[in-house]
């Protein structure tokens, strides 16, 4: 009887661990939502309309800019692809570090400026996210990876090293 009730507790026991670790401090309790009747989607394995709208143009957008020196790292995330949104910025160099609703609440203007498409150029694209991050030049290395709204991934890459 003791070695049945052993064996119970362990997975037991890895249960309340797991749901004690408690939430993502990246999540977004209210994420902003747009009213585009473009971005409406029908679910074709439920035949329902999925009245879910996207806010952006994007789900995913993961923004990391190395400049020179140690703690001058600039990285701002917002990632709205799975059940949860989840936002983040990490500006290094002003010792800014926020998540979730707050970092969603000043990521928001930004990522409405943003007009780039899948079909904008490499450069279009750098120079618009340079323009609205109000990044500082010199930087050795910027990484975007965007996922549209459709589900189209794509990398932007500046390597200045």
Same mark, same amino acid.
Request: with cysteine; net charge negative; hydrophobic share 30%.
């Given at each position: 009887? $003791?070695?049945?009730?052993?064996?119970? *507790?362990?997975?037991?026991?890895?249960?309340?661990?797991?749901?004690?670790?408690?939430?993502? $401090?990246?999540?977004?309790?209210?994420?902003?939502?747009?009213?585009?009747?473009?971005?409406?989607?029908?679910? *074709?394995?439920?035949?329902?309309?999925?009245?879910?709208?996207?806010?952006?143009?994007? $789900?995913?957008?993961?923004?990391?800019?190395?400049?020179?020196?140690?703690?001058?790292?600039?990285?701002?995330?917002?990632?709205?692809?799975?059940?949860?949104?989840?936002? *983040?910025?990490?500006?290094?160099?002003?010792?800014?570090?926020?998540?979730?609703?707050?970092?969603? $609440?000043?990521?928001?203007?930004?990522?409405?400026?943003?007009?780039?498409?899948?079909? *904008?150029?490499?450069?279009?694209?750098?120079?618009?996210?340079?323009?609205?991050?109000?990044?500082?030049?010199?930087?050795?290395?910027? #990484?975007?990876?965007?996922?549209? #709204? #459709?589900?189209?991934?794509?990398?932007?890459?500046?390597?200045?090293?």
């Amino acid at each position: 009887m $003791k070695k049945h009730l052993k064996v119970l *507790s362990v997975p037991f026991a890895a249960m309340l661990v797991l749901a004690g670790c408690g939430e993502d $401090k990246d999540e977004v309790k209210n994420p902003p939502v747009q009213e585009n009747e473009n971005q409406a989607e029908s679910n *074709s394995q439920t035949g329902t309309d999925n009245n879910e709208k996207l806010p952006f143009t994007f $789900k995913d957008f993961q923004l990391e800019v190395d400049y020179q020196g140690n703690e001058n790292d600039y990285e701002a995330e917002y990632d709205a692809t799975g059940a949860q949104t989840e936002a *983040s910025i990490d500006d290094e160099a002003n010792k800014h570090e926020v998540h979730g609703d707050e970092a969603m $609440k000043e990521l928001t203007p930004m990522l409405e400026k943003l007009t780039f498409t899948k079909d *904008s150029t490499d450069e279009e694209v750098v120079q618009e996210v340079t323009k609205v991050f109000n990044l500082k030049d010199g930087y050795e290395e910027l #990484d975007l990876e965007v996922v549209f #709204d #459709d589900g189209t991934k794509k990398e932007y890459k500046v390597n200045n090293k």
